[in-house]
């Protein structure tokens, strides 16, 4: 009887833990892409709990980096706006380090 339920509640437990350890990769997407004024606006998905702020670095097509700013992360979904209107036009790439992870989103600056 309880012995029973014990050992299935034991099961689900260890289902819960297993399904917590998956790893879930954190997303950046940013719009508008190409930007033609001068801000974009950055996503950040599934952002690791212990991840408490951002380092956003822009680089143009030489691997220059031409803006950073360090951002704090509000949660796993976090939105921020950022102003690049001393950037020219051109191709560059937005990277976002968080604890060491890096994610890279090219951006397109026609204006």
């Known amino acids: 009887g309880q012995g029973d339920v014990i ?4 099961n689900m437990s260890e289902d819960a833990l297993r399904a917590d350890e998956l790893v879930v990769s954190p997303s950046a997407m940013i719009y508008p892409n190409p930007i033609t ?7 950040l998905s599934d952002v690791a709990a212990d991840v408490e702020v951002a380092v956003i670095t822009v680089t ?7 803006a950073s700013q360090q951002i704090t992360i509000s949660g796993a979904q976090h939105q921020e706006v950022l102003n690049l209107n001393n950037l020219a036009s051109g191709t560059y790439l937005i990277n ?7 994610l890279t989103e090219k951006l397109i600056i026609a204006k």
């Open 96 to 102: 976002v380090n968080m604890n060491g992870k890096v």
């Open 37 to 43: 004024g001068d801000a974009i606006t950055l996503n």
């Open 60 to 66: 143009d097509f030489v691997g220059r980096t031409v």
């Open 7 to 10: 050992v299935a509640n034991n």
